[in-house]
């Protein structure tokens, strides 16, 4: 059957007529939703809506961090902490699923306050300040950068505690209006590839390799002549360039083989004359993996480091204890030559104020700072590069043009410190001293996640740790432990 036509007379009274119908029937025409509200358009983000953002988010993280403070000197009348998000309400407030979500994240971090006093650690008062660093806005939703900044006084309880502890992190808040344009907070997303002391998420995990690589040279038909320094070839990601440092000679790379003599697993002491080869085959360390579990078997601990493979395959670490009051492994400050002074020193300067002579892999699938920030320190304190493929497990070398992968990625680096005999492990993580390291498998499926150095010890045996991502200086190795109590530790001595 065909339709019918009407005639341009006929449709224009047939369309004044339904209008007029439906101003009779008064709310037809318009959406149901709107009849009463106060805004029918996208709302605006003003000033001082945005100021509002700025104040709701530092009461969140102030809470948080309140949660964590020793408030039992404060009394019946004392000044105990009360909930600062319950003051918003009306134009920006906590939605109902947010305000629980708090209310969890709350009594978790109370509950690791409570396994912290236990383990000797209190803390006598907190700071936090929350900067807005950028607001977008589509439709009805709003997405919030702001920077936190938090310093934890530590109570004095053995006395020799250092005065504060400190950190920096990123977080994405997600806001949603309602049909009055009043903006709800229904998201709070940490954008740190690290780990916080008032952190209620799981910690981002690095995959399990494959495979580990080898240090064999490999196969095929050298050149007739050895090339006079090291060529350059195009830098694999995570380089951050291709081009060579600018002091260091570069030559027109020979195809396949730039060199005739296959790398040595043993470093030198001597700094690098020449530029380190990069490859363009190189895989790149990932930084994310699977939910971790929450069950682990005890490890089994090692004073000894692992030997070196004859094939070239990178050492296995050991797992080190965490229960306190180990037995005395008292490190020899002047046996190494090394300057531990000047790694503690160096962390405390560069924790948060980053050194502009290297690159920062902070940020959004840039893998996470904290074995470049580590390798910066050892570097400080006389660490010297052991020149090569960026890719050979056996080389370490970092500047501000071309790292290896040992210097910036977390299994890599305990490839190199292990194979070329400058760490050796440590059979309990309350053993560590200034400048050892510690790294973390939080997921505990072999693949390492997290690097950390020692910038304190107590003279009653606490390691303090300073790191990046999430930047943090002086947390106690209990406050780790107490944070993430299944994952697997590792624990070098320099």
Request: hydrophobic share 30%; with cysteine; charged share 15%.
């Amino acid at each position: 059957m065909k339709s019918r036509k009407l005639s341009r007379k006929r449709r224009r009274v047939t369309i004044v007529s339904a209008a007029a119908a439906s101003v009779v029937a008064g709310v037809a025409l318009v959406p149901n939703w709107s009849a009463g509200a106060a805004v029918t358009n996208d709302p605006t983000v003003d000033a001082a809506t945005k100021a509002t953002f700025q104040k709701l988010a530092d009461a969140v993280f102030t809470d948080r961090t309140q949660a964590l403070v020793d408030d039992s000197s404060a009394g019946k009348h004392g000044s105990k902490h009360h909930r600062l998000t319950s003051g918003f309400s009306g134009k920006v407030r906590l939605s109902g699923t947010q305000s629980r979500e708090e209310n969890t994240a709350l009594t978790q971090l109370r509950g690791r306050k409570a396994v912290l006093a236990k383990l000797g650690e209190k803390y006598s008062g907190a700071r936090t300040n929350v900067t807005l660093d950028a607001t977008q806005v589509k439709g009805r939703q709003a997405k919030v950068a702001v920077t936190e900044t938090t310093t934890l006084t530590y109570r004095k309880i053995r006395g020799n505690e250092p005065k504060t502890t400190g950190f920096q992190a990123h977080h994405e808040l997600t806001f949603q209006a309602d049909s009055k344009g009043n903006w709800q907070l229904t998201g709070i997303h940490g954008t740190d590839d690290g780990v916080a002391v008032n952190q209620v998420r799981k910690p981002p995990v690095v995959p399990k390799p494959p495979a580990p690589p080898s240090t064999k040279a490999p196969t095929a038909t050298p050149a007739t002549k050895a090339p006079s320094s090291i060529p350059t070839t195009k830098a694999p990601s995570p380089v951050p360039t291709t081009k060579a440092p600018s002091s260091i000679p570069t030559t027109k790379a020979p195809s396949p083989v730039p060199t005739t003599k296959a790398p040595s697993p043993v470093p030198t002491t001597k700094a690098p004359t020449t530029a380190p080869v990069p490859s363009t085959t190189a895989p790149v360390p990932s930084t994310t993996a699977p939910v971790p579990s929450t069950t682990a078997p005890a490890p089994v601990p090692s004073t000894t480091a692992p030997t070196v493979a004859n094939s070239g395959n990178p050492p296995a670490a050991t797992r080190s204890a965490t229960t306190t009051n180990p037995p005395a492994a008292p490190k020899n400050f002047s046996a190494s030559g090394y300057d531990y002074k000047a790694m503690a020193d160096y962390a405390a300067k560069h924790w948060s104020n980053y050194n502009k002579d290297y690159p920062s892999f902070d940020g959004a699938g840039a893998g996470g700072d904290c074995t470049n920030f580590v390798s910066q320190a050892l570097k400080a304190g006389g660490w010297k590069h052991v020149p090569g493929y960026v890719y050979d497990h056996t080389k370490w070398f970092g500047n501000s043009e071309i790292q290896s992968h040992s210097f910036i990625g977390v299994n890599e680096f305990s490839w190199f410190a292990l194979s070329s005999q400058r760490v050796t492990g440590l059979a309990n993580v309350y053993q560590m001293d200034v400048g050892d390291v510690l790294q973390v498998d939080f997921n505990r499926d072999g693949s390492k996640d997290h690097t950390m150095i020692v910038s304190y010890r107590s003279p009653q045996g606490v390691p303090y740790l300073s790191y990046h991502s999430t930047n943090t200086y002086n947390r106690s190795v209990a406050s780790i432990i107490a944070s993430y109590p299944n994952a697997y530790y590792y624990a070098y001595r320099t």
